[in-house]
């Protein structure tokens, strides 16, 4: 099993930046597939994006290509996610995630206009 814990999240203003960091402990070797999701008040948990451990490809949900990057350091079982040009929809809570199955207890992010 892999643990999860995600930091870095906070109060920002529109057009700001953030990096959220996962950091995993225990069974990191089954870490093949890193996400983050988001979840906002009264509305459904999304994808935002994801990479791949091994080779670092990388993947997009629509909403936040071109603003967010997803990034790993191997040697710390640690993901990242730089946000960018950060807008009020993006706020929400922010959760890493091992291939949508082992959960993180997420970081909340809240963007002021």
């Known amino acids: 099993q892999v643990q999860l814990v995600e930091s870095g999240g906070g109060l920002v203003q529109a057009g700001g930046s953030l990096r959220l960091s996962c950091a995993a402990s225990g069974r990191t070797v089954s870490m093949n597939d890193m996400r983050w999701y988001r979840q906002a008040p009264g509305k459904e948990r999304e994808f935002v994006a994801g990479i791949r451990w091994i080779g670092g490809s990388t993947y997009y949900a629509d909403s936040v290509k071109g603003r967010f990057t997803i990034s790993r350091d191997n040697a710390k079982n640690t993901v990242y996610l730089q946000m960018s040009s950060l807008k009020p929809k993006d706020a929400a809570i922010y959760y890493c995630?091992?291939?949508?199955?082992?959960w993180g207890q997420g970081t909340q992010v809240t963007v002021s206009s």
């Open positions: 995630s091992v291939a949508g199955v082992t």
